[in-house]
């Protein structure tokens, strides 16, 4: 009876697992005690991991904010979150109950989109969420693997630049093409929308980041439920054929196997086999470049595109997981000198260099911030024509100004006299307050400066808006409130992308004068050297300052560049028309 008892409770439709525990009565007769809470399960609405900057493919989670049960509503934050830019608060835009943290602090390279918790609606019971078993829980890794196919490349022979969904909310999971604002064999640069894109909140424009020509769009208008990272399209560098693009194989999965790991060896031998597996054929030119540069085997880096498809980002991450530098290029062997490959002795060489007993250095892997930056400042020098052009400004009239001020108790910097200097000079030349997109020069109507702030994880430009119409104690008190939450990684993202003009001053480590690289798409920056004193003719010292600027000759031409200095050089001489607002300036005219 029992047995029959147990039979007819899973015929009705109850699960195994949800027989808790059995006790028998008094005339052995078995019954089953069901565990109620297994029914009502609670679907929790999922909470990925947010795109915060626009170049952000993953991130590290810092510190939870919130705690499992506690109540959310929007612009709560739920926690903070390392970008590739700084660490930036997560703010929900949903209302309800925190239901289940699936991935804990401190835990790192997070990929955008990917599940990091759970949270249900009010009146909910949030301890009884349904947890998914496909995603997002960190699970135990396991030996079997499933086994996948690749069908052969279609297409031509040029290798293509993979264009996938982006995530352009932070709770995109996925999205529907609604337009294709650019069809195959257009040229696209930075800036370009490729097309609109309706997500879960709205319809949006995809802006490309990459330069070259579309090749082939793999998704056409009308595209529904595309997952973020999925291959929508595919580009290739200018010079290529675009007729003749590779459209990438598709994976099929087949059944699973045991994974065996192999040790990651660089084996130093010139057999054919090695030659092919480092062969970099069928990659992106950017990918390839980089693979060629860091001597990257490819086939040992993991795709996250499209059917695991190789991006820039897969090997940035590998190159700054495993900590590798530049190689040189490699020796190769006249013919008969090669010796022999070692079958039995491989050479390895461990991913992460540690030094060797006794060794006075220690590496240390770049923050994804400073490979940003390294990687933005080099495009910036290898494709921007940089001119330059300095000035020296007498500045002991300005530092007489400032000690009179703080006498009266307003406690102004050099720096902060130098950004309102600037402010006006862009005003008055208004060629040089410029960016330079899409080949065209585009004049900003206001002076929207940029400020460069060391910090640990890299340098970050907070800016100053409208600066030519703000009082100095104004401009001081906003750039020490920015500079100190840009050191802690606590700025928004419209608090440190845009601006019109940069400034880096580094007169306060002693530095005499330098130049700097530009930010683009601006078209300028102002590098600030130390005071220093010079004896005059009439033997007196006074104290110069050199300012050198570094500007963007497609945009700006030498003369503009002259006339900026020269207008800045006579309001540092000349301080007190930096007292003056422009509001001030209307009062004491009608006055």
């Known amino acids: 009876m029992a047995s029959s008892l147990f039979c007819s409770a899973l015929r009705s439709g109850i699960p195994k697992h949800y027989l808790r525990k059995t006790f028998r009565t008094s005339f052995n007769l078995e019954k089953i005690c ?80 990917s599940l990091i918790a759970l949270m249900v609606a009010e009146g909910e019971d949030w301890k009884s969420v349904e947890i998914p078993t496909t995603e997002g829980s960190v699970a135990p890794v396991s030996n079997a693997v499933e086994e996948t196919t690749e069908s052969e490349p279609s297409g031509g ?37 490729l097309c609109d894109i309706q997500t879960d909140k709205a319809v949006m424009s995809f802006e490309t980041e990459e330069e070259g020509i579309l090749a082939k769009i793999l998704l056409g208008d009308d595209s529904k439920d595309v997952k973020v990272g999925e291959l929508i399209a595919l580009m290739v560098a200018e010079g290529e054929d675009w007729n003749d693009v590779q459209v990438p194989g598709q994976k099929k999965a087949k059944s699973p196997k045991v994974d065996i790991q192999k040790p990651k060896v660089i084996s130093q031998t010139t057999s054919e086999e090695s030659v092919v597996r480092h062969s970099y054929d069928g990659y992106s030119p950017a990918v390839r470049s980089l693979l060629e540069l860091y001597a990257v085997d490819g086939t040992k880096v993991e795709g996250t595109g499209k059917q695991g498809k190789l991006l820039k980002g897969d090997v940035l991450k590998y190159v700054t997981k495993n900590n590798l530098s530049i190689q040189p290029p490699k020796e190769v062997p006249l013919p008969g000198e090669s010796s022999p490959p070692k079958l039995h002795s491989p050479v390895t060489q461990t991913s992460v260099s540690r030094p060797a007993k006794g060794s006075d250095f220690i590496d240390i892997p770049l923050t994804g911030m400073r490979l940003t930056i390294a990687k933005r400042l080099t495009e910036s020098k290898t494709t921007i024509p940089h001119a330059y052009a300095t000035v020296e400004s007498n500045i002991d009239s300005l530092l007489g100004l400032r000690k009179q001020l703080k006498l009266g108790g307003i406690n102004v910097s050099v720096n902060d006299f130098i950004i309102k200097a600037v402010a006006i000079a862009l005003k008055k030349c208004p060629l040089v307050n410029c960016l330079y997109i899409k080949d065209q020069v585009v004049l900003q109507q206001t002076s929207d400066i940029s400020v460069a702030v060391a910090t640990d994880s890299g340098l970050i430009t907070p800016i100053v808006t409208n600066a030519d119409g703000k009082e100095l104690d104004e401009i001081s008190a906003e750039i020490k409130e920015l500079a100190g939450r840009a050191r802690i990684g606590k700025l928004q993202l419209h608090e440190f992308q845009g601006g019109s003009f940069t400034i880096s001053n580094l007169g306060m480590f002693d530095i005499s004068e330098f130049s700097a690289i530009i930010n683009p798409p601006q078209c300028g920056i102002l590098a600030i050297g130390s005071g220093r004193p010079i004896i005059a003719l009439n033997g007196k010292p006074q104290t110069f300052m050199t300012a050198t600027l570094s500007y963007d000759s497609r945009a700006i031409s030498e003369s503009a560049a002259s006339d900026f200095l020269e207008t800045l050089q006579g309001l540092l001489q000349t301080p007190a028309s930096l007292l003056l607002t422009p509001s001030a300036n209307k009062k004491r005219v009608s006055n």
């Not at 919130?66 to 709560?76: L, M, N, T, V």
């Not at 979150?81 to 239901?99: N, R, S």
């Open 34 to 113: 069901i565990h109620t809470s297994a029914f009502l399960n609670v679907k929790g609405q999922k909470i990925n991991m947010p795109s915060l900057s626009p170049t952000m493919t993953e991130g590290n989670i810092v510190k939870w904010l919130k705690k499992e049960g506690d109540p959310i509503a929007p612009g709560d934050v739920l926690c903070e979150i390392q970008t590739d830019k700084a660490v930036m608060a997560f703010e929900t835009e949903e209302e309800g109950i925190l239901a289940k943290i699936l991935v804990p602090e401190d835990a790192k390279e997070i990929k955008v989109g």
């Open 157 to 193: 022979k040029t290798p293509g630049l993979a264009i996938n969904m982006p995530s352009l909310s932070p709770t995109m999971s996925e999205g529907t093409i609604i337009k294709w604002h650019k069809k195959p064999g257009d040229k696209v640069a930075p800036g370009d929308v």
